[in-house]
């Protein structure tokens, strides 16, 4: 079980310290233990229960209502709402749910309806994108164990694919992609959705995943004409090992054009190579696309 302060609950609902406390006093929403050195700690429980009861009330419940709830009646609403018109600050509170509890039917429900709603880009982007952030907030207190991270990762990835399958055909005089994760590189959710963009715009990607030495990528130009390179580095990276695979790939094959995304390139001094260009964002990426 995960020990939660009352500043991690904080963190993770985004409901004050102060509010918290008048509602476990008031109301006994949540019911803290304490450590043989009295220090008060929240249960995964409480996590739960307090976060199903945050969305409930930013829809207008009342806590004097919400308290009486048993855990299914909450779970019961909170997926009720699931299928309205909410906007994507609840929904990505509903999807931390999703994760909490490895709840994959609510995770779908969730995702699917935006999609049917707004479509994937602007389900990705502007949803799951958000979300993908504050996992990784919640990672940095110890909020997530590695089983809900992988858990919620590989559904999302599930989605990606099934975005990318559902692309068009190549367009006449496409484009020459090839899409990889560097060594001990394993992230790859960012680069699924590179490649989601890239087939969308009718180009060809050959698509090799994560962990590959570059070396190997050599073998490719012996089958395949090969316009770009494509690559993604998780930002706990080093700048000094992001600059040393950059200057292997220049080094390696100059006579290619080299795509790299990573907002943490433009907070160093490293200086890319000459074949090298980097995206601060996915609509910058989009645009060199659609300009290219």
């Known amino acids: 079980m995960i020990r939660y302060s009352i500043r991690d609950l904080e963190k993770i609902t985004g409901i004050k310290a102060h509010t918290i406390r008048i509602w476990e006093k008031r109301y006994g929403i949540v019911s803290p233990l304490r450590t043989q050195t009295n220090i008060r700690y929240y249960s995964d429980e409480d996590l739960r229960r307090l976060m199903n009861v945050a969305i409930l009330n930013k829809f207008g419940y009342k806590i004097s209502n919400i ?11 909170v997926m009720d709402l699931t299928q309205q018109d909410i906007d994507n600050d609840h929904q990505v509170d509903n999807l931390v749910m999703a994760m909490i509890e490895l709840d994959e039917v609510r995770f779908d429900k969730i995702i699917s309806s935006a999609i049917i709603k707004q479509g994937f880009d602007y389900t990705f982007e502007n949803l799951l994108y958000r979300f993908l952030e504050k996992i990784g907030i919640l990672w940095q207190i110890g909020a997530v164990n590695p089983v809900q991270e992988h858990f919620i990762s590989n559904l999302i990835r599930q989605k990606l694919i099934l975005a990318v399958d559902g692309q ?5 005089n496409f484009r020459t992609f090839v899409l990889f994760l560097p060594e001990n590189e394993y992230h790859e959710i960012a680069l699924l959705y590179l490649h989601f963009m890239i087939r969308k715009e009718g180009d060809k990607v050959i698509y090799l995943g994560q962990n590959v030495p570059i070396l190997y990528l050599k073998d490719i130009f012996e089958i395949h004409n090969v316009d770009y390179l494509v690559t993604s580095v998780a930002s706990k990276f080093q700048v000094e090992i992001i600059a040393d695979t950059l200057t292997e790939l220049s080094q390696l094959y100059g006579d290619k054009q080299v795509l790299i995304g990573g907002k943490y390139l433009f907070d160093s001094s490293f200086v890319l190579p000459a074949n090298v260009k980097s995206f601060k964002n996915l609509k910058a990426f989009d645009e ?3 300009k290219a």
């Open 168 to 172: 068009q055909e190549y367009r006449n």
């Open 67 to 77: 308290q009486s709830m048993s855990s299914a009646e909450l779970n019961s609403c």
């Open 288 to 290: 060199f696309l659609k």
